[in-house]
C-alpha cells in the first residue's frame, strides 16, 4: 500500500513476467489488498516504445517494471509522450544509477521509487 502508493481508483500495470515473483506481488498481491484494478498487456518481447504507447493511451496511474526497462525507455526519450494519468513509478531489485532516475525525472515529471523487493527479502528469511 504504502510503496506502490495505491489506492482503490488506482490502475497498476506491471510488467513482470508471470513466471517471476515480482508479478505476484505486483500484479496480483499488492493491487487486489489495496482493491485497485490491474492492467494487463500481452507483450510477448519489450519494446520501450509499446511501453510508452501504453502509458500514453490508458488511463495507468501505477506502473512497475524492472530496473533495465526503465533505462530502455529513458534511452528512447519518452518526453514526446504525454503520460496524463501516471502518478507514481516503482521498481525493484537491482539499483538504477542516478543518471535513468534523473533522465525519468526531466522526461516525465516522475520520480521512480526504488525498492528492496520481496523476491530478495524471501532469501535473507
Known amino acids: 500500500r504504502h510503496f ?19 508479478s505476484a506481488w505486483g500484479s496480483v498481491f ?3 489488498m489495496c482493491g485497485s484494478c490491474v492492467f494487463i498487456h500481452n507483450m510477448p518481447q519489450f519494446k520501450p ?3 510508452a504507447e501504453t502509458l500514453s493511451r490508458y488511463p495507468i496511474t501505477t506502473f512497475c517494471t524492472a ?17 496524463t494519468s501516471l502518478k507514481h513509478c516503482v521498481t525493484g531489485g537491482e539499483a538504477l ?14 520520480d521512480i521509487h526504488e525498492g528492496y523487493g520481496q523476491t530478495e527479502t524471501v532469501s535473507l528469511c
Open 67 to 83: 530496473p533495465t526497462a526503465f533505462r530502455m525507455l529513458v534511452q528512447q526519450d519518452v518526453s514526446s509522450y504525454k503520460f
Open 30 to 32: 499488492a493491487p487486489w
Open 97 to 110: 544509477n542516478p543518471e535513468v532516475l534523473a533522465k525519468w525525472k526531466t522526461q516525465t515529471g516522475l
Open 49 to 51: 516504445e509499446v511501453i
Open 4 to 22: 506502490m502508493n495505491l489506492t482503490p481508483s488506482d490502475i497498476m500495470w506491471n510488467t513482470s513476467d508471470t513466471g517471476w515473483a515480482k
